[in-house]
């Protein structure tokens, strides 16, 4: 469909309109708010948590360690040979009592 207006105009594309169409069609930046705000991994990892999602689950979503997902939650393991001597330890003071 093309319109015309006292035979100048036409309601077809040119390609000046076409190249500029484009350029108001390039995806816009998302601007930065006010009310924006940055979230610590620590806080995410928190969230996460609290939403029910275990820490492998969380440390896929957020692509970090596990381990980095059981500091911030707390729950870091602790090395084993380290756990022995804490065993040893504890056994040592219960006997002597």
Do not use: E, H
């Amino acid at each position: 469909m093309s319109l015309s207006i006292s035979g100048t105009l036409s309601a077809q594309p040119t390609a000046a309109t076409t190249a500029a169409a484009a350029a108001t069609r390039q995806t816009p930046t998302k601007p930065v708010s006010a009310d924006t705000a940055s979230v610590s991994q620590s806080a995410q990892v928190s969230q996460l948590s609290l939403q029910g999602q275990s820490p492998s689950q969380i440390a896929a979503s957020l692509g970090i360690p596990v381990s980095s997902v059981d500091l911030d939650l707390g729950i870091a393991t602790v090395a084993s040979n380290s756990t022995a001597a804490g065993a040893a330890a504890l056994t040592r003071s219960t006997s002597a009592a």
